[in-house]
Each structure stands twice: as structure tokens, then as C-alpha cells.
């Protein structure tokens, strides 16, 4: 059944595994990756209070990985 003003989407089979998923990664040059540092965290759904996802936990490692793949995507 149609809700009103819901807009229907089609995703790929990887966005839908990514949706499903309870862990999740970072995405850095094209890549879903882990926090370098293998950390993460709990993220809990705001309208149940219960846990929703494992999230890596980024840092400094992470953002220059990250800011060097930029770069050579400009490149």
C-alpha cells in the first residue's frame, strides 16, 4: 500500500545490502572501508532509542586518507 507523498525509489542490490546492514563503513576512494584504527561506535535510532548501527569511527588517519583520495580524484 502507497503511502501519501511517499516517494518510491529503485536501489541497487549493494545500496539495499548497505540499507540492511547493521555495520557501517566509510566510503574513501571508492572504497567502503574500516576506521583505520579498526574502532567504532553505536549509533542508536532517535525514535526507538535503540541500537541502530555500528559505525567505524573515523579519525586523523581516516581524513587524510580521505582528503589525499580527493585529491587525486581532481587531478
Known sequence: ??????????????V???IRSRSRRMLIDGKWVDA???KTFTTDDP??????AEVAAGDKED??????AARRALE
Open 63 to 68: 581524513v587524510d586518507r580521505a582528503v589525499r
Open 47 to 52: 525514535s526507538t532509542e535503540q541500537p541502530l
Open 16 to 18: 539495499r545490502e548497505f
Open 1 to 14: 500500500m502507497a503511502v501519501a507523498g511517499a516517494v518510491q525509489t529503485d536501489v541497487t542490490p549493494e
Open 36 to 38: 583505520a584504527s579498526g
